[in-house]
């Protein structure tokens, strides 16, 4: 096989996208478009293809990998004057050249595949992509003779009412022997209405030409040739794509309830036999082992690490975390830059404060530990392996909490007599009986045993079941007030 070379065009300007940001940087399923066509060059074995950038090219370039050449096309005066931009890094007019848009995100790999094998199979001087759509408005027409044979392209814009009519679209993507392509541009005139070089004009000038061959590969799935030109067109492609993602998972033994309310990114992995529930949000680079249920309305987020076994239930966020084996966090949660080890189980209602307004600072949480409802840790913050916060409990930054330690209150205090097994652990938050301050939404409970001038009371957010372990730590004494404090009192 001859070399095959790579342009992809991302010059233009993406007018009806009515968008600050440059068409290709615009994302489907987690990254932007023209990763899609830089990937379609790869896989057909091209490492370093030249993208041809002009219209938001500084925000663009940041984007793209170190081993992409890149051009600038200073004017965008059309698809045609876009490859004659990249001549100059070409590095001569042997071989061929792939070239290939990137507002065609939806075309598969074996579509281009396909085109490369029957240009070099048929000799062919230049080969096409086409598709037969119900619908052509907006696509260059293909124009064929009376044998068959191709003739020209012809854009919309210039078309008449017969051509128009033609049914026979150029989806984009073209393998053309170099030289003869460069030959051709250097001789085709910019269109009478937009006064632009188009690319698609070089075929009826090579057409003309003896001894050249043009040939079309017509592309059975049509939704393949989709252009992104406007939102609209935007929201359809995103559509494709996230079906192809969700298909895959499927395929490879993952139950996913409701497909139609389920978005999953690129680059996102499942393990088998995991469920994922209806209205599940699950974004670029995310893992999730085996066996877990996610959902529903789970937010899982970049940066997502998720073992075998683990429940992620409704309304949980997920952000720059690691979870571990067999961890429950199944309710109204936000977890951010966490690290939760094997077996822990997060209440409902829990809160990494990960955001000090500066910075994000990490969360710590050890192997079965059991993080009481509603409680609030302000990172960077240790929970301790087997330590326990009570309901409601606000641990402050840097009071971390022992292993097997038990915290309650705002903010948390350690409760002496609780820590299940006193070890060397420093405790960094002082050990007092003093009462924890009041914290709105917790209802004090006044209990009827009184004795010796004292009464017990108990703190509680939700309602705890009295014999639980827990309601029974967070008992205290205080000392009743002396008769003459109470009569100052009524006065
Ligand atoms: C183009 C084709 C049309 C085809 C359709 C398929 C031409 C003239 N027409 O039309 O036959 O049916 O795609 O979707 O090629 N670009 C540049 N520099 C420019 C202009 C465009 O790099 O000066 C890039 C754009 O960024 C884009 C691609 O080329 O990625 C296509 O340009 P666009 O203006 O979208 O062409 P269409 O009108 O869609
Ligand atoms: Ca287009």
Not at 220 to 224: A, L, Q, T
């Given at each position: 096989m001859r070399t095959l070379h790579a342009i992809i065009l991302a010059a233009g300007e993406g007018t009806r996208m009515k968008s600050d940001l440059p068409k290709v940087l615009h994302s489907i399923c987690g990254r932007p478009m023209i990763a899609y066509a830089i990937d379609l060059a790869a896989m057909a074995g091209i490492k370093q293809p030249i993208v041809v950038l002009g219209h938001g090219a500084d925000a663009v370039k940041p984007t793209l990998s170190k081993e992409i050449k890149v051009v600038i096309q200073v004017k965008q005066a059309g698809t045609g004057d876009a490859v004659l931009a990249a001549k100059k890094v070409l590095g001569g007019v042997s071989g061929d050249v792939l070239i290939l848009y990137a507002d065609t995100p939806l075309l598969r790999r074996t579509t281009i595949q396909k085109l490369i094998e029957s240009h070099f199979k048929t000799g062919s001087t230049c080969s096409l992509l086409s598709a037969h759509l119900a619908d052509p408005s907006g696509y260059g027409r293909i124009l064929r003779n009376e044998t068959g044979q191709i003739t020209g392209i012809v854009e919309e814009a210039e078309a008449n009412a017969a051509q128009r009519a033609i049914r026979e679209i150029n989806i984009g993507p073209l393998v053309c022997r170099t030289q003869a392509l460069l030959e051709a541009l250097a001789s085709v005139k910019p269109s009478t209405s937009k006064k632009e070089l188009y690319l698609t004009n070089v075929i009826s000038h090579l057409a003309r030409q003896e001894g050249t061959k043009i040939q079309a590969t017509r592309i059975?799935?049509?939704?393949?040739a989709l252009g992104i030109n406007s939102r609209t067109e935007l929201a359809r492609a995103i559509g494709v794509i996230r079906q192809r993602i969700l298909d895959a998972h499927l395929h490879n033994g993952v139950t996913i309830e409701d497909p139609k309310t389920t978005s999953i990114d690129y680059g996102v992995t499942i393990g088998t036999d995991t469920v994922i529930h209806p209205c599940t949000v699950i974004e670029r680079g995310v893992s999730i082992g085996k066996r877990c249920s996610i959902g529903p309305f789970a937010r899982l987020r970049s940066g997502v690490a998720i073992a075998d076994d683990v429940r992620v239930g409704n309304f949980v966020e997920l952000v720059r975390t690691k979870i571990a084996p067999r961890v429950r966090v199944n309710h109204m949660t936000y977890l951010g830059d966490a690290t939760v080890d094997e077996d822990v189980n997060i209440g409902a209602g829990t809160i990494t404060a990960n955001y000090d307004g500066q910075a994000k600072h990490p969360t710590q949480i050890g192997k079965g530990a059991f993080i009481g409802s509603d409680t609030v840790l302000i990172a960077p913050v240790k929970i301790g392996a087997g330590a326990v916060t009570g309901a409601g409990s606000v641990v402050t930054k840097a009071h971390d909490v022992p292993a097997k330690g038990v915290v309650v209150g705002v903010p948390a205090r350690p409760l002496d007599g609780h820590l299940r097994e006193k070890t060397a652990a420093t405790l960094t938050a002082p050990l007092t009986r003093e009462r924890p301050k009041r914290v709105r939404n917790t209802t004090p409970v006044r209990l009827k045993k009184k004795a010796r001038g004292r009464v017990v009371t108990a703190r509680r957010a939700a309602r705890p079941r009295r014999s639980s372990k827990l309601s029974r730590a967070m008992k205290r004494t205080v000392r009743r007030p002396t008769a003459r404090k109470r009569q100052k009192a009524r006065r």
């Open positions: 059975e799935e049509v939704s393949e």
